[in-house]
T-cell receptor
């Protein structure tokens, strides 16, 4: 079945450590996105990528980094520079041509202690 | 620039009652509009979308929404609420911005269904 897989579903890390969240899609989509979700704030865009080896900052990129070495994969690293990393992280993809809906993964809940 | 306003972060309805979730948008170019549903600790699932053509769009699970350009609204309705409709609902607007599809989400509305 085609879809987007995020792993792990739950992640715990100590403060000051970098952590990488995985996002893989087999939908053959060009565009991929990372969102952060906090209660009462909706979804905020962290980074997006329209094509392999290219990505742009979203609205809240500080303290995060990404790579897009393969079409299928768009990992997100939460660095120690991110002041408040505990949140629910959602990865999404879309065909990238025209205006279409985004397809979402099941999310990763990151808790930093 | 584009934005989405969802009126009411929490809405409660009785089982069997009408569901109305409000969404207003702003966009400098003709937008595409979406409603997504999210169940706890899960990703978002598309309920319905408006692109062009008919302004009343039907989605999954008996939901529908009407695009009203004059009111810049895209309210979500369902005639009769079911317990399984309890979830969080997000309105989103999508428009081309510098060759990139920019999607902006509202803050979400949590729907509670009372038995």
């Amino acid at each position: 079945d085609g879809g987007i897989t995020q792993s792990p579903k739950y992640l715990f890390r100590k403060e000051g450590q970098n952590v990488t969240l995985s996002c893989e899609q087999n939908l053959n989509h060009d565009a991929m996105y990372w969102y952060r979700q906090d209660p009462g704030q909706g979804l905020r865009l962290i980074y997006y990528s329209q094509i392999v080896n290219d990505f742009q900052k979203g609205d809240i990129a500080e303290g995060y980094s990404v790579s897009r070495e393969k079409k299928e994969s768009f990992p997100l690293t939460v660095t120690s520079a991110q002041k408040n990393p505990t949140a629910f992280y959602l990865c999404a993809s879309s065909p990238g041509q025209g205006l279409t809906e985004a397809f979402f993964g099941q999310g990763t809940r990151l808790t930093v202690v | 620039a584009q934005s989405v306003t969802q009126l009411g972060s929490h809405v409660s309805v009785s089982e069997g009652a009408l569901v109305l979730l409000r969404c207003n948008y702003s966009s400098s170019v003709p937008p595409y509009l979406f409603w997504y549903v999210q169940y706890p600790n899960q990703g978002l699932q598309l309920l319905l979308k408006y692109t062009t053509g008919a302004t009343l769009v039907k989605g999954i699970n008996g939901f529908e929404a009407e695009f009203k350009k004059s009111e810049t609204s895209f309210h979500l309705t369902k005639p009769s609420a079911h317990m399984s409709d309890a979830a969080e609902y997000f309105c989103a607007v999508s428009a081309n911005s510098g060759g990139y599809q920019k999607v902006t989400f509202g803050i979400g509305t949590k729907l509670q269904v009372i038995p």
